[in-house]
């Protein structure tokens, strides 16, 4: 019985590997990469968050003082989320990874026999708590 589990369990991995979601993502995080203005508007994302997390680092922030960060790095979010292949990436991204947790749910809904809080989208197996994912 393991065997088939591992195999299943492969099977399993090959389809989400070649699924339509996990494809979206390769194309829109190629079609990212390979643009000048998306890799700088990312290099500068980054190098701007780290900066603001390393000023809080080692202190004892405020609440105001997390609020500001927060506020901060959200509109530096936007300003990347504005550009339309990063954009199509983080959209394709959350599908995938969303597919992947309802894969998640309903595999511990199997084992376990309970639902498990996976947030918004996800799948818990249990069709009679379902408000149509299909």
């Not at 922030?61 to 199509?88: H, R």
């Amino acid at each position: 019985m393991r065997n088939e589990i591992i195999d299943k369990a492969q099977e399993l991995g090959t389809m989400i590997a070649e699924s339509e979601e996990r494809d979206r993502v390769a194309k829109a995080g190629d079609s990212m990469n390979a643009n000048e203005e998306a890799v700088e508007l990312l290099n500068t994302y980054n190098k701007n968050r780290k900066e603001a997390t390393e000023k809080l680092r080692g202190t004892n922030p405020t609440k105001e003082d997390l609020q500001e960060y927060k506020a901060y790095v959200q509109a530096e979010f936007e300003k990347i989320a504005g550009n339309k292949l990063i954009s199509e990436y983080i959209e394709a991204s959350r599908d995938f990874d969303n597919m992947v947790q309802q894969v998640n749910a309903v595999l511990s809904y199997f084992i376990t026999g309970q639902e498990s809080a996976t947030g918004e989208g996800g799948c818990s197996g249990n069709c009679s708590s379902c408000s149509s994912c299909h």
